[in-house]
T-cell receptor, first 111, second 110 residues
């Protein structure tokens, strides 16, 4: 069992739909990251969370430390949101910010 | 704003050759991380540096070495390349927690 699990693995939506991607983890963490990876590889950091909720534009990320769960929401989805969304955690037992990655969620938003 | 710069973006090498990847962190960032992402796989942590000293080590093969220089840029040296080393190598930098990733260097070993 992976330390970080995401669901769904693949998600197809129509433009304008509200999207939720979930992440569950099994270790104690100091922070959780949501990342976006486009075809060709570049990774963009969307959020770093240690508690509560953050919002940036149409993106919202929440975390529940007690339940070891985080969600990434995209409101009014757009085809340019199509990418792989990755949840990654900083386990307590590692130094610095070494990340353990989930397997990613492939999101496709159709016009 | 300046981002994390990696070079080269693409590199093709033969088996048993050597390769060097470079990472230039965001100015004033004191920590650099290297990750390896094989085809269809999650990124795997290789090594990190804080203030020019190795701060953490992950699944980095003995054939690989890395260092961070006085200007905070970092280099990942890979020797005796194997086909399985073909991957996207990411560098990330941080100052106080939030990570910023480079575009990656794609290494293909033939």
């Amino acid at each position: 069992k992976n330390e970080v699990e995401q669901s769904p693995q693949n998600l197809t939506a129509q433009e304008g739909e509200f999207i939720t991607i979930n992440c569950s983890y099994s270790v104690g963490i100091s922070a959780l990251h949501w990342l976006q990876q486009h075809p060709g590889g570049g990774i963009v950091s969307l959020f770093m969370l240690s508690s509560g909720k953050k919002k940036h534009g149409r993106l919202i990320a929440t975390i529940n430390i007690q339940e070891k769960h985080s969600s990434l929401h995209i409101t009014a989805s757009h085809p340019r949101d199509s990418a792989v969304y990755i949840c990654a955690v900083e386990p307590h037992d590692t130094s610095g910010s070494r990340l353990t990655f989930g397997e990613g969620t492939q999101l496709t938003v159709n016009p | 704003a300046a981002g994390v710069i990696q070079s080269p973006r693409h590199l093709i090498k033969e088996k048993r050759e050597t390769a060097t990847l470079k990472c230039y962190p965001i100015p004033r960032h004191d920590t650099v991380y290297w990750y390896q992402q094989g085809p269809g796989q999650d990124p795997q942590f290789l090594i990190s540096f804080y203030e020019k000293m190795q701060s953490d080590k992950g699944s980095i093969p003995d054939r690989f070495s890395a260092q961070q220089f006085s200007d905070y840029h970092s280099e990942l040296n890979m020797s005796s390349l194997e086909l399985g080393d073909s991957a996207l190598y990411f560098c990330a930098s941080s100052l106080g927690g939030e990570l910023f990733f480079g575009e990656g260097s794609r290494l293909t070993v033939l």
